[in-house]
């Protein structure tokens, strides 16, 4: 059975970081493109960040680019995501997902896409 669960959410002053994690487990990693998506009260789930299979492409959302920075530990089947000068429109719950039929070089952003969830953690960026 495979389950996505992430850590490291919490409050955070703007300007702030936070780094999230994503540990996987029922799944060979190294066979998925991983993605962080988030999503704020009130709005739908947006894409932010992801890699692809091959470990070699990563992708991001206009909005974080240059401040977010996602990572994958193989050998510990996590996958990051380093939040960096938090702003309060980051405030969401802020979900790990995982795609297996994706081409290996390939990073999705669509959420209809991946295959497995997590739970969610919440980000919270005050002013």
């Known amino acids: 059975q495979v389950q996505l669960v992430e850590s490291g959410g919490g409050l955070v002053q703007a300007g702030g970081s936070l780094r999230l994690s994503c540990a996987a487990s029922?799944?060979?990693?190294?066979?998925?493109?991983m993605g962080w998506f988030r999503q704020a009260t009130g709005k739908e789930r947006e894409f932010v960040a992801g890699?692809?299979?091959?470990?070699?492409?990563?992708d991001y959302a206009d909005s974080v680019k240059g401040r977010f920075a996602i990572s994958v530990d193989n050998a510990k089947t996590t996958v990051s995501l380093q939040m960096n000068s938090l702003k309060p429109e980051d405030t969401a719950v802020y979900y790990c997902?995982?795609?297996?039929?994706?081409?290996?070089?390939?990073?999705?952003?669509?959420?209809?896409?991946?295959?497995?969830w997590g739970q969610g953690t919440q980000v919270t960026v005050s002013l």
């Open positions: 997902a995982a795609n297996l039929m994706v081409p290996y070089f390939i990073v999705p952003r669509s959420t209809e896409v991946y295959d497995y």
């Open positions: 029922g799944l060979t990693f190294s066979n998925y493109a």
């Open positions: 890699i692809s299979r091959s470990g070699g492409n990563t």
